[in-house]
């Protein structure tokens, strides 16, 4: 029997580390002998980054619901998103300023829900009205400035139409890894137009956003994944009329 050299061995040995390293780390498997990255995905990878960014937008348009995490930046302010969104409602968190509420839309009505510091903060009303708000879901009229201001935080088409279009020219941007799963990332002006990272396993969901201009990071998870949402109890729902008392 022929003695196999050291040297050889180790070099086999650290082929096949490498080679097992490919299933978390598309990176490494040319170090497999020039493996394709795309054998096995949905193919978009392959895909100019335009066609790309089309085929995920129609999926997350045609998906039934979605998960949605991280921060938006808008008009100055940053947002802390925690939602569940669908067609004909949203439910979630919403943090800014240290500030935490829970917002929550049934169809065409929308409900905040805060507690007393969060009130008295929004807009001084004093123990009385802190009080009376405190823990209620507070039934937001259509006509106030907070309807238009936080409803889109709860509107899944709207949103994704808004986010999911990144600026300037397309490109792609090499084969990444979300969580464990194989994605390829589009960058809109070589990232300056912002980023995005589509699943290349089942359905081109998006699955992480980095916005333009530092406008915030959101992680997109539970497509498809169906959650209910239903009208609060009336003993834990306060009705204002037509203006918040905080607006």
Not at 67 to 83: E, F, I
């Amino acid at each position: 029997m022929t003695a196999i050299p050291q040297g050889r061995t180790r070099r086999a040995a650290r082929a096949t580390a490498l080679c097992a390293l490919a299933m978390t780390g598309v990176a490494v498997l040319t170090a497999c002998g020039g493996g394709d990255p795309d054998a096995g995905t949905n193919g978009v990878g392959k895909l100019p980054a335009d066609k790309i960014q089309a085929k995920t937008q129609a999926a997350a348009s045609s998906a039934s619901a979605v998960r949605l995490s991280g921060t938006v930046v808008t008009s100055g302010r940053t947002y802390q998103l925690d939602m569940q969104l669908k067609a004909d409602g949203g439910t979630g968190s919403v943090t800014s300023k240290g500030a935490t509420f829970k917002l929550l839309r049934v169809g065409e009505q929308l409900y905040l829900k805060a507690d007393a510091d969060f009130w008295n903060q929004a807009g001084g009303q004093g123990a009385d009205a802190s009080g009376t708000l405190n823990g209620k879901y507070v039934k937001v009229p259509q006509g106030d400035p907070a309807y238009k201001k936080f409803s889109g935080f709860t509107d899944k088409d709207v949103l994704l139409e808004g986010l999911l279009s990144l600026h300037g020219t397309l490109a792609t941007d090499g084969h990444h890894d979300d969580a464990g799963t194989r994605t390829i990332r589009i960058t809109g002006d070589k990232g300056s137009g912002g980023s995005l990272d589509v699943s290349l396993e089942g359905t081109p969901y998006p699955l992480r956003l980095v916005r333009a201009g530092g406008a915030g990071t959101l992680s997109f998870s539970d497509w498809g994944k169906d959650f209910a949402v239903a009208q609060p109890a009336k003993d834990e729902t306060v009705d204002y009329g037509k203006q918040l008392p905080a607006s």
